[in-house]
């Protein structure tokens, strides 16, 4: 325990110090919110289903962080900390395999909360953000979330040979999700075939879950956004275990 | 004493190399035991095969009383290892892997101490990434020593390191053991092994060749003593049929190399200056040569040199 927790806040600290993953967890989505936020102000119209800009961007960044720490984040720490030998170093000491991979988890998953909390509080003191959901449900929808896509992370990190494939594939996965999904930018704007594509993407059903439990949707009207997330975070988690390897 | 390690005819195969095959040797508590051999003789092999983290593809071993690929938490909690090649995240500072690495261990000792036996104390804020080579293997050493365990595997001990520094950590090893803990290191210093280890097992092509107190193997294996000199004048008349009755003799321009035959070093001295002097003949620079490790080390092993 005693571990556990020295380890996890050793590798929040190295988290904090690797600049560019700090930046796109904490600044970038707020910087994000700061842009459109003054551009498009927060009042409420039409496209948004009587929601302005920023009620709509907080969730979406959110999901934004969530897949950035995921599949960026996560993956590359682990690959590169399995390509320089820092896990195998790790591992002949008495320390537990699962501390060491639970400190990365824990850290990323508190990184990812202070993102959000960051934007919902820029949200709440700047833009007056309408919040019309429900704490406790948003928080679950948001653990669920962020488990599912630190358990594909895990796969991807099981998966690639190098931290320099990690950040690759990383990118590649992450990127076009980020625009198609309405995470990056609100799906409304998207042409149709664009939102079809969507239907076909993870990230997708962690904004959709997000967005409606933000506006007080109850959790029976995303019964399949549960079941994809629920579904990814079972798989990856019995994929990495048999997949997961330490050098 | 008892036996800390037993190794009974280890075999480890990759593809088409067998990079141990059949080795057998004991460790005993509270030695310091060195394995030599050329590179890719399977030394690292051997050890990490000990260590739990390369699985044997024959034989068997015993560390600490059990088997390592079975029961890693008693190896994990009382053996202290260095890998010879490790590292640790580019932006960890000195002090934060010492404070880390304490925490997984009941026992570990205090690191400030070890910080400054090691000299790195103006270290201790930097990162890991902007340390020089021979500071990253101290601080591994101090990793490997840091939990206070029954038994330290060093995997090349001081590759890299400063003379001074060498000679610190030979104290250091020599403390550890002399708290009655065993060490198994690797090395490729003959002069470390012949200083530190109580025994030296020389390894090559995954056998092991030779295996005893450093004293007894250059006794045994080490050949002739030397002695060298050269000549400030021409040599005089029969002068060297008179030194060929003392030993071998090689002459390469006017430095002479006498090897005794079965002579003590000191009569093989006394008699060469004795000659020296009755012949009347000048001669500088003179110096005796006593077999060392290294002869060992090159007889068992050959001069060539390996992929
Ligand atoms: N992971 C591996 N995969 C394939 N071959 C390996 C692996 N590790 C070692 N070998 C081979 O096994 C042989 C023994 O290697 P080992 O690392 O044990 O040598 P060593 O005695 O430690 O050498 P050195 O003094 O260079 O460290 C070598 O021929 C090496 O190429
Ligand atoms: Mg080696």
């Known amino acids: ?247 | 004493m008892k036996s800390i390690i037993q190794v009974n005819h280890l075999r480890k195969v990759y593809g088409k190399t067998v990079a141990v095959d059949d080795i057998s040797f004991e460790v005993q508590e509270g030695e310091i035991f060195g394995m030599v051999g050329p590179n890719g003789a399977g030394k690292t092999t051997t050890i990490e095969c000990l260590e739990g983290l390369r699985q044997p593809d024959g034989g068997s071993l015993c560390v600490l009383g059990v088997d390592p690929q079975k029961d890693d938490t008693i190896l994990r909690s009382n053996t202290g290892i260095q890998l010879q090649q490790s590292n640790l995240p580019d932006r960890m500072k000195v002090w934060e892997a010492l404070d880390l690495y304490s925490s997984f261990y009941t026992h570990a000792v205090n690191w400030e101490g070890l910080l400054s036996q090691l000299g790195l104390e103006d270290k201790r804020n930097t990162p890991f990434a902007k340390l020089s080579g021979g500071q990253k293997q101290r601080l591994f050493i101090a990793l490997a020593i840091l939990p206070d365990p029954k038994l330290v595997f060093l995997d090349e001990l001081t590759t890299g390191l400063d003379p001074q520094a060498r000679h610190a950590i030979w104290d250091l090893v020599k403390d550890v053991r002399s708290k009655g803990k065993t060490i198994l290191m690797t090395t490729h210093f003959m002069e470390e092994a012949e200083r530190l280890c109580d025994r030296v097992a020389i390894i090559d092509h995954g056998r092991l060749v030779a295996l005893d107190e450093p004293a007894a193997l250059i006794r045994k294996l080490g050949g002739k003593e030397r002695v060298a000199f050269n000549l400030e004048s021409s040599m005089p008349a029969d002068f060297e049929k008179a030194l060929a009755r003392l030993g071998l003799v090689e002459i390469e321009g006017e430095r002479v190399i006498v090897s005794g035959n079965d002579h003590h070093q000191a009569e093989l001295v006394g008699e060469v200056v004795r000659l020296l002097t009755t012949t009347n003949t000048r001669f500088r620079d003179l110096r005796t040569e006593e077999p060392n490790l290294e002869d060992v080390f090159l007889k068992m092993t050959g001069r060539a040199m390996r992929e």
């Open chain 1, 1 to 247: 325990m005693k571990s556990l927790l020295k380890m996890t806040w050793m590798e929040a600290k190295l988290f904090l110090r690797e600049p560019v993953g700090a930046f796109f967890t904490l600044a970038f989505p707020l910087m994000m919110l700061f842009l459109f936020g003054s551009i498009y102000g927060n009042s409420p119209t039409s496209m948004f289903n009587g929601y302005g800009t920023v009620d709509i961007s907080i969730p979406a960044y959110t999901a934004m962080i969530i897949a950035t720490t995921g599949l960026m984040g996560l993956t590359i720490t682990l690959a590169s900390n399995r390509e320089n030998g820092v896990l195998r170093r790790l591992r002949t000491t008495p320390v537990s395999p699962l501390a060491i991979l639970a400190a990365q988890v824990i850290v990323m998953f508190i990184m990812t909360s202070l993102g959000m909390l960051f934007l919902v509080l820029a949200g709440k003191f700047v833009y007056h953000v309408h919040f019309e959901g429900n704490a406790l449900s948003i928080a679950a929808g948001f653990v669920l979330s962020c488990l599912s896509f630190y358990a594909i992370g895990f796969i991807l990190a099981s998966l690639v040979p190098t931290a320099r494939t990690a950040q690759v594939v990383g990118m590649v996965l992450l990127y076009p999700m980020l625009f198609l999904s309405g995470a990056g930018f609100p799906r409304e704007l998207l042409p149709e075939t664009i939102k079809k594509i969507s239907t076909f993407l993870p990230l997708t059903y962690v904004v959709n879950l997000l967005r409606g439990l933000w506006i007080g949707e109850s959790w029976e009207q995303h019964l399949i956004s549960v079941a994809i997330l629920g579904t990814m975070l079972v798989v990856g988690i019995l994929a990495s275990v048999k997949l997961f390897r330490w050098e």
